[in-house]
């Protein structure tokens, strides 16, 4: 296989439970592509302040914990795994305590700067020829300039609905965390909207196959199918 110098890059923008990540993930590797997770690093840092017992709301205090944040994606069979200083935090950081103060860490602007950075590292040297980046600024901070650009919505109430069958069957406080989440996200980026060029993927009426699709589909369109004379579908 012939790999470019740059990789082609798929940036996927979107509110939480719309499918990122999951999507995202199927995509990347059908499309034998790199996948990178943009929120598991903010939740990485998130899972750092509650383990250092910072208060969140202490902008400094999260500030001061970037120097010695030391965050690091190893590749595995089954998904990757997240260290963040030596410990694999890869199932810590969904945990509810987790998703509940990440919107903190995440809205002080030094820590999206340096993020950003070490997402841009990511992504020029990712050994693939392309790779599928999700989060809610990569269309429009972190790789405006990538070959395919992509929202991925879902009305509200579905997205709640996918979130509550693989966390809780309380929906009523699956519901109340989304949309709280949202909206301190949506203070702070906007991706709720889709930016000029940017292509949106509506996936409420869409099964998760389907919507694996609509995104391949998008990249072969945009770049090429290499498979195209090979007979794939
Ligand atoms: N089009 C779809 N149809 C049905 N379920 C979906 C679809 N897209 C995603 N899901 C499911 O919804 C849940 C939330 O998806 P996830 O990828 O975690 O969203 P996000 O990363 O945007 O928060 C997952 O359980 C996923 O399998
Ligand atoms: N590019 C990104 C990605 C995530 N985030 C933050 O990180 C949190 C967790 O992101 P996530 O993608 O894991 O969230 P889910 O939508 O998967 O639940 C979000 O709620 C945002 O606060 C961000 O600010 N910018």
Redesign the pocket.
């Known amino acids: 296989m012939t790999t470019t110098a740059s990789p082609v890059v798929v940036a996927v923008d979107?509110p939480?439970?719309?499918?990122?990540?999951?999507?995202s993930r199927a995509a990347a590797r059908e499309l034998g592509y790199d996948f990178l997770d943009t929120g598991a690093a903010y939740r990485g840092l998130a899972w750092h302040a509650l383990d250092a017992g910072i208060d969140l709301d202490d902008a400094d205090a999260v500030r001061g914990l970037l120097a010695a944040f030391d965050y690091r994606v190893v590749p595995a069979p089954g998904g990757a795994h997240v260290s963040v200083g030596g410990n694999d935090v890869t199932e810590a950081i969904r945990e509810p305590r987790v998703t509940a103060v990440v919107s903190s860490v995440a809205r002080v602007p030094e820590v999206r700067v340096a993020l950003n950075d070490v997402f841009r590292r990511l992504i020029r040297e990712t050994p693939s020829p392309g790779i599928v980046v999700e989060g809610r600024d990569i269309t429009t901070v972190v790789a405006p300039d990538a070959q395919v650009r992509i929202l991925l919505t879902a009305d509200e109430e579905v997205r709640i609905a996918?979130?509550a069958?693989?966390l809780t069957p309380d929906q009523a406080a699956t519901a109340r965390q989304l949309a709280e989440r949202d909206k301190a996200d949506a203070k702070v980026v906007d991706f709720l909207t889709a930016a000029d060029g940017v292509t949106t993927l509506d996936?409420t009426h869409?099964?998760?196959a389907e919507?694996i699709q609509a995104v391949v589909d998008l990249v072969h369109d945009t770049v090429g199918d290499p498979t195209e004379d090979g007979g794939a579908l």
């Open positions: 979107g939480a439970g719309s499918g990122k990540s999951s999507v996918r979130r069958a693989e996936s869409l099964n998760f919507t």
